[in-house]
Structures are given as structure tokens and as C-alpha cells.
């Protein structure tokens, strides 16, 4: 069983910066897809930025693009999300998420396998 862990979050002004981390317990070469989801309070989770393996490939949503970047580090078991800029509708809880599979839609929470406990961003 692999576990994921999130670290990184904090509180910050707005308009500052946070990199977020995620472990994972053990490396895992299957996963094929890492993923950064958010909850904010009053509202439902949603994907914030993915990564693809072995490609690289990212994506994000456009509440996010061109502020936040996805990048892992595939021989330390980690993924990072860089966010500037941050926004106050940013705060949030924000997990980290792995799935083996490649296909489908990266931004549906329920394809994937494993997620984090979660780490709190407040951005004010």
C-alpha cells in the first residue's frame, strides 16, 4: 500500500508564493498520473494541475494557469506545485492524488487510486 503526503502549506499574503510537496511512501512506477486537487470551504473538490509519466506532460485548470507548475521528481518519489500569485479564492485544501491508468479524463477525482491527507493553504 502506498501513501501519499502532502507538506508545504502555510498561510500567505495574497499575491505571494507556496511550493507544495507530495510523497510518496515508497516509489511507485506505475503511477501514471499525479495529480494536484483543491477543496475549498463551501465548495466541491477540483482539479488543479496534473502530471503525465514518462512523458511530462501537464495540465492545468484555468483558474491556475500561467500562476501554478506541476513537476515531479520521479527518482525522490515526489511531486511539487509551485504557486504564485496566489489569489485569496486559492485558499484551500489541497491534495495530492495518484492513479495507474492514463486514460480517462485527469481532472475526475474518482479515477484515481491513491490521494493524500491533504495540506491548507489561506491566502489573505
Known amino acids: 500500500h502506498v501513501q501519499l503526503v502532502e507538506s508545504g502549506g502555510g498561510s500567505v499574503e495574497v499575491g505571494g508564493s507556496l511550493r507544495l510537496s507530495c510523497t510518496a511512501s515508497r516509489n511507485e512506477p506505475h503511477f501514471k498520473v499525479m495529480a494536484w486537487f483543491r477543496r475549498a470551504p463551501g465548495k466541491e473538490r477540483e482539479a488543479v494541475a496534473v502530471i503525465y509519466r514518462p512523458s511530462g506532460v501537464t495540465n492545468y485548470a484555468d483558474t491556475v494557469k500561467g500562476r501554478f507548475t506541476i513537476a515531479r521528481d520521479n527518482a525522490k518519489n515526489m511531486v511539487y506545485l509551485q504557486m504564485n500569485s496566489l489569489k485569496s479564492e486559492d485558499t484551500a485544501l489541497y491534495y495530492c492524488?495518484?492513479?495507474?491508468?492514463?486514460?480517462?479524463?485527469?481532472?475526475?477525482?474518482?479515477?484515481?487510486?491513491?490521494w493524500g491527507q491533504g495540506t491548507q493553504v489561506t491566502v489573505s
Open positions: 492524488a495518484a492513479r495507474y491508468s492514463i486514460g480517462g479524463s485527469w481532472s475526475l477525482d474518482y479515477e484515481y487510486n491513491y
